[in-house]
């Protein structure tokens, strides 16, 4: 009974997961270019999609460190409520300072959603399924990645991208309750062995000591730079360069899901063949390789293959990353060691995003994508320090 409730519940997280990446992943596409619509500079719409890794670099480990007192469960279904009431305060948005205040919002969630679920994946984990499971949880993503940019594209041709906002936040309601009704089960199965003896300023000092880890942030420090370009400025550049509607756009970010989804089964199991190390260096040079084919202004049949490409290579770091984590640090700092790995990806965001939208004005779209693909292949160097 006690082994069937553990998977109900690892269940929950999976299903509660899905749902907030899902709408991650739908209005991803399409945020940049409401921003544009409503009137923003392009240094404003980098700002703005830099708001969450602003404030989460502040907030994510303090919240991580709470997490046991207020348990897993209930932590998370609070989470979603939060991110269901700024979607549906994005959709009622009808200018920029609203859309600052939709952001902060949305920016709580944002912190604290994501490291708490794959911690509480790993930890609720035996060490001979973590990998199998880690692999299923980050599938299950990967799908919700695809779902979110095809609902995206079919809502915004239907109806508009306000009501497609609208719509988004509804969809996470039903979860977060179901979430935060099974609360009674943290105790028994959700805290962290030792609890008493927790102590952040213990956890981050081990993080700190643990050499592979902080090449690994070091890495991802480089990775999350560019991803805050992406994502800030990808979808204005679809739309100024290759004059593509929202809904196109979602469909390329559709393609880059797919590939992604397609090979994350597969990786659990690569990563204790071969090892994590060499999945993540490949994942950084496969989306190096789609960043250079961005500079290159080839036809759109090429930005679809380089799309293809970043989501290979995004799978092959994320579920890589990830796992390497779940195996080399221990289960009761296994929160701050996520949260510390967040935070670095959020610092690197937040420059790319916010750094981004300033040079846009000095250089072209070719050079930046050409710049950020050499970042990627020092950052994959770095790796090879790693033990395996």
Same mark, same amino acid.
């Given at each position: 009974?006690?082994?069937?409730?553990?998977?109900?519940?690892?269940?929950?997280?999976?299903?509660?997961?899905?749902?907030?990446?899902?709408?991650?992943?739908?209005?991803?596409?399409?945020?940049?270019?409401?921003?544009?619509?409503?009137?923003?500079?392009?240094?404003? *719409?980098? #700002?703005?999609?830099? %708001?969450?890794?602003?404030?989460?670099?502040?907030?994510?480990?303090? *919240?991580?460190?709470?997490?046991?007192?207020?348990?897993?469960?209930?932590?998370?279904?609070?989470?979603?409520?939060?991110?269901? %009431?700024? =979607?549906?305060?994005?959709?009622?948005?009808?200018?920029?300072?609203?859309?600052?205040?939709?952001?902060?919002?949305?920016?709580?969630?944002?912190?604290?959603?994501?490291?708490?679920?794959?911690?509480?994946?790993?930890?609720?984990?035996?060490?001979?399924?973590?990998?199998?499971?880690?692999?299923?949880?980050?599938?299950?993503?990967?799908?919700?990645?695809?779902?979110?940019?095809?609902?995206?594209?079919?809502?915004?041709?239907?109806?508009?991208?306000?009501?497609?906002?609208?719509?988004?936040? #509804?969809?996470?309601?039903?979860?977060?309750?179901?979430?935060?009704?099974?609360?009674?089960?943290?105790?028994?199965?959700?805290?962290?062995?030792?609890?008493?003896?927790?102590?952040?300023?213990?956890?981050?000092?081990?993080?700190?000591?643990?050499?592979?880890?902080?090449?690994?942030?070091?890495?991802?420090?480089?990775?999350?730079?560019?991803?805050?370009?992406?994502?800030?400025? #990808?979808?204005?550049?679809?739309?100024? *360069?290759?004059?593509?509607?929202?809904?196109?756009?979602?469909?390329?970010?559709?393609?880059?899901?797919?590939?992604?989804?397609?090979?994350?089964?597969?990786?659990?199991?690569?990563?204790?063949?071969?090892?994590?190390?060499?999945?993540?260096?490949?994942?950084?040079?496969? *989306?190096?390789?789609?960043?250079?084919?961005?500079?290159?202004?080839?036809? =759109?049949?090429? %930005?679809?293959?380089?799309?293809?490409?970043?989501?290979?290579?995004?799978?092959?770091?994320?579920?890589?990353?990830?796992?390497?984590?779940?195996?080399?640090?221990?289960?009761?700092?296994?929160? %701050?060691?996520?949260?510390?790995?967040?935070?670095?990806?959020?610092?690197?965001?937040?420059?790319?995003?916010?750094?981004?939208?300033?040079?846009?004005?000095?250089?072209?779209?070719?050079?930046?994508?050409?710049? =950020?693909?050499?970042?990627?292949?020092?950052?994959?160097?770095?790796?090879?320090?790693?033990?395996?």
């Amino acid at each position: 009974m006690k082994i069937l409730m553990l998977r109900k519940t690892i269940v929950a997280i999976i299903l509660g997961a899905s749902s907030y990446w899902l709408t991650i992943h739908l209005i991803a596409p399409i945020f940049p270019i409401y921003l544009v619509d409503l009137g923003a500079s392009k240094a404003e *719409v980098g #700002f703005i999609v830099a %708001i969450p890794s602003i404030l989460s670099i502040f907030l994510r480990i303090p *919240v991580a460190s709470r997490v046991h007192s207020i348990g897993r469960f209930k932590f998370l279904g609070i989470a979603l409520i939060i991110s269901s %009431i700024s =979607l549906i305060a994005y959709g009622l948005a009808r200018v920029i300072p609203d859309i600052y205040i939709a952001r902060i919002i949305h920016s709580i969630s944002i912190a604290s959603f994501g490291p708490v679920a794959l911690a509480s994946i790993s930890v609720l984990s035996s060490d001979e399924e973590r990998a199998k499971i880690m692999s299923i949880y980050l599938t299950a993503v990967a799908v919700a990645m695809i779902l979110g940019p095809i609902l995206a594209g079919m809502l915004v041709a239907l109806l508009n991208i306000p009501l497609t906002f609208t719509i988004s936040g #509804f969809m996470l309601i039903p979860i977060s309750i179901m979430l935060i009704s099974l609360g009674r089960y943290d105790k028994p199965y959700c805290s962290i062995k030792n609890g008493s003896n927790f102590s952040l300023r213990k956890g981050l000092k081990l993080l700190v000591s643990k050499w592979a880890y902080m090449l690994l942030c070091i890495a991802t420090l480089s990775y999350s730079l560019t991803l805050g370009f992406f994502r800030a400025f #990808f979808p204005i550049y679809a739309k100024e *360069v290759y004059l593509l509607t929202a809904s196109f756009v979602s469909f390329l970010y559709a393609v880059r899901a797919c590939s992604n989804a397609v090979v994350r089964p597969i990786l659990g199991a690569l990563c204790r063949k071969i090892g994590s190390r060499i999945i993540m260096i490949s994942g950084l040079l496969l *989306v190096a390789s789609s960043y250079y084919i961005f500079s290159l202004n080839l036809p =759109l049949y090429a %930005i679809i293959i380089a799309m293809a490409l970043f989501g290979l290579g995004w799978a092959f770091y994320a579920v890589a990353s990830i796992i390497y984590i779940g195996y080399a640090i221990e289960s009761e700092y296994q929160d %701050i060691a996520m949260a510390l790995y967040f935070n670095i990806y959020d610092i690197g965001s937040v420059v790319g995003s916010t750094l981004g939208g300033i040079i846009l004005y000095y250089l072209s779209y070719n050079m930046i994508w050409l710049t =950020l693909s050499t970042l990627l292949v020092i950052g994959s160097l770095v790796l090879l320090a790693m033990h395996k």
